[in-house]
């Protein structure tokens, strides 16, 4: 099997799987970057569920709450649904940070770029 067999979607979630084992591998080591008592880390997802159905995404999502708690989680994403979730949301526009907060206070407060984005989308 090669990456090029694959769909987008199934690389997707073996990279997924690959990172979930690496911290399970990494917290039966203590004192290995990534351990059990994980402050510090950084988990980086770049549009981890572009190519991925509704039910598999919230799976991804769940998983990532779940397994990565202690860790920051910086996401790259264009799926607002998304991002509800999480407990900060920076906007960017042209290469710039226009607005940074909670993403639910944020899409509920009138003015707010993100705001403006949730309604447009729909969520």
Same mark, same amino acid.
Not at 27 to 38: L, S
Not at 58 to 68: H, K, N, P, W, Y
Not at 96 to 101: D, F, H, K, L, R
């Given at each position: 099997?090669?990456?090029?067999t694959l769909s987008a979607?199934?690389?997707?979630?073996?990279?997924?799987?690959?990172?979930?084992?690496?911290?399970?591998?990494?917290?039966?080591?203590?004192?290995?970057?990534?351990?059990?008592?994980?402050?510090?880390?950084?988990?980086?997802? *770049?549009?981890?569920?572009?190519?991925?159905?509704?039910?598999?995404?919230?799976?991804?999502? *769940?998983?990532?709450?779940?397994?990565?708690?202690?860790?920051?989680?910086?996401?790259?994403?264009?799926?607002?649904?998304?991002?509800?979730?999480? *407990?900060?949301?920076?906007?960017? *526009?042209?290469?710039?940070?226009?607005?940074?907060?909670?993403?639910?206070?944020?899409?509920?407060?009138?003015?707010?770029?993100?705001?403006?984005?949730?309604?447009?989308?729909?969520?």
């Amino acid at each position: 099997m090669s990456a090029g067999t694959l769909s987008a979607g199934q690389r997707q979630l073996l990279s997924l799987g690959r990172v979930l084992l690496r911290r399970r591998v990494r917290a039966r080591h203590p004192g290995v970057v990534g351990g059990e008592k994980a402050e510090g880390s950084i988990l980086l997802l *770049d549009e981890v569920s572009f190519s991925v159905g509704h039910a598999t995404r919230r799976v991804m999502q *769940d998983i990532t709450a779940l397994e990565f708690a202690n860790y920051t989680v910086v996401s790259v994403c264009h799926r607002l649904g998304m991002i509800m979730d999480f *407990d900060r949301v920076v906007v960017m *526009d042209t290469g710039g940070i226009v607005e940074v907060g909670n993403p639910r206070l944020l899409a509920s407060q009138e003015g707010s770029r993100f705001g403006e984005l949730v309604r447009l989308v729909g969520k």
